[in-house]
């Protein structure tokens, strides 16, 4: 039995919220996946904030139609295609997807979408080995902190140098004046 009119316009609905969410979407030609490969392939990805979505890709393609962020992806859309949603932690969904790509051997990469542009394999593989948010983070975090303890040790050093500088004052002056005195003592005997 077919679907709905209205079954229909909720599932496009869906399809638009999802490409509204995602920062990049993939495209995988999912054919001789069992239910469970699927199910276990929509789990890796919950943790980093993705979906794995099936969907006509005629439906999907009105969902695109209006959007020129996802109209590349037109060019993917023949064949039995799953759409990944990529939203949070993109890549580490990425990493869950290859992970499971070697473990079933099944799906076969088409390509992806992002920010209006199509992307192929080796371009989703470079922005799977971007750090993450986490480790961006850390790393401005550590840079900060460097910044910050090398301005506390000069700022100690600080008043250390201005003593020993302080103390060297009279001796610097005992000195001259110890000169000045024996310059006039040996121009008086002169």
Not at 9 to 31: G, R
Not at 73 to 86: D, K, P, T, V
Not at 129 to 137: C, D, G, R, W
Not at 147 to 169: C, H, R, S, W, Y
């Amino acid at each position: 039995m077919g679907k709905t009119k209205e079954q229909k316009q909720a599932m496009l609905a869906k399809l638009k919220q999802n490409l509204d969410e995602s920062q990049l979407t993939l495209v995988i030609n999912y054919q001789g996946l069992s239910v469970a490969e699927i199910t276990d392939l929509r789990q890796r990805l919950i943790p980093t904030g993705s979906i794995c979505s099936i969907a006509k890709n005629t439906l999907m393609g009105i969902a695109i139609r209006e959007d020129s962020n996802w109209q590349p992806m037109e060019q993917l859309l023949a064949g039995s295609n799953a759409f990944l949603f990529l939203k949070d932690d993109i890549g580490g969904a990425i990493k869950a997807y290859q992970e499971f790509q070697k473990v079933t051997k099944k799906t076969e990469f088409k390509g992806g979408v992002m920010e209006g542009r199509l992307l192929d394999k080796d371009q989703v593989k470079a922005i799977a080995e971007l750090p993450s948010k986490e480790e961006l983070f850390a790393q401005v975090a550590g840079a900060i902190n460097s910044i910050a303890t090398k301005f506390a040790v000069g700022l100690n050093a600080l008043p250390t140098q201005l003593a020993t500088g302080l103390n060297e004052v009279p001796a610097s002056v005992n000195r001259a004046i110890k000169a000045i005195s024996d310059k006039e003592q040996q121009d008086d005997a002169a």
